[in-house]
């Protein structure tokens, strides 16, 4: 997937979590959309590079997007959530995603569970539908390359992983993907020491039958698409 044309800043703060304030390479100071709810723990510095995408909708209160991080360990991380649905997406369409290959129609935002949930897509094959929650991980450490979620504690990212497990001892197929929307990784793991509630969680729904998976992006100023299958290290 492409980006919109990606402009390069520095970042002066991140606040009231949807705010961010950069500097443009003139020293033009401005106000720009943050989209992503989490912490952003360690996928980001004041001062470190970012990439943001301007928009030209008059209705719009900010006039551009955070996009791409540079993260305090050099890498780059797609920070910007809502990416993640479509790369998945774009990566299913295609057959990118091996497990999840030969379905007769995707669907978007399902509603499902006794919890009132909505899971991101469902599959249609000809054994029945399989129902994928898509996680971004952006949350990488110093001198390791095993990527880790959530970035902060999360009851709705349990509450799914509880609605996968009873979907699959149900007997229908339920998958959790990661998007590992970081550069330099090469296996992900529960973030046990900042949420041990959805580690547990993890392991629980995966021992129930939920199909755990993990695939990491090509990311650059550019562009942003599947690119390989990761580990996912559940007992770390």
């Known amino acids: 997937m492409l980006f919109p044309v990606l402009e390069e800043a520095r970042l002066l703060r991140r606040y009231k979590r949807f705010l961010a304030d950069i500097e443009l390479p003139g020293g033009e100071q401005m106000t720009i959309h943050c989209p ?3 912490s952003m723990f360690n996928c980001m510095r004041e001062g470190g590079k970012i990439w943001f995408s301007r928009s030209n909708d008059p209705k719009r209160k900010l006039p551009g997007t955070w996009e791409v991080s540079e993260t305090p360990q050099g890498r780059l991380a797609c920070v910007n959530t809502g990416r993640a649905n479509a790369v998945v997406e774009e990566a299913l369409r295609v057959g990118k995603i091996p497990e999840l290959a030969g379905f007769s129609a995707l ?3 399902v509603a499902y569970g006794a919890e009132g949930s909505r899971v991101d897509f469902r599959l249609d094959f000809p054994t029945g539908p399989a129902y ?3 996680k971004s991980v952006t949350l ?6 095993i990527a880790a979620f959530p970035d902060a504690v999360t009851q709705r990212g349990a509450k799914h992983l509880r609605e996968l ?3 699959a001892r149900q007997g229908v197929r339920a998958v959790q993907l990661y998007c590992v929307n970081l550069s330099g990784v090469e296996g ?3 973030a046990v020491e ?3 509630a959805y580690a547990q969680a993890l392991r629980s729904a995966a021992a129930e039958g939920v199909e755990v998976l993990a695939y990491a992006v090509h990311l650059d100023a550019e562009q942003i698409y599947i690119d390989r299958k990761l580990p996912v290290l559940l007992d770390l």
């Open 194 to 196: 900042i949420d041990p």
């Open 188 to 190: 992900v793991r529960p």
């Open 165 to 167: 497990a009873t979907l």
């Open 36 to 38: 992503n709810t989490g």
């Open 107 to 109: 669907k978007r935002e």
């Open 140 to 145: 990488g450490f110093d001198g390791s390359p």
């Open 132 to 134: 994928v929650e898509v």
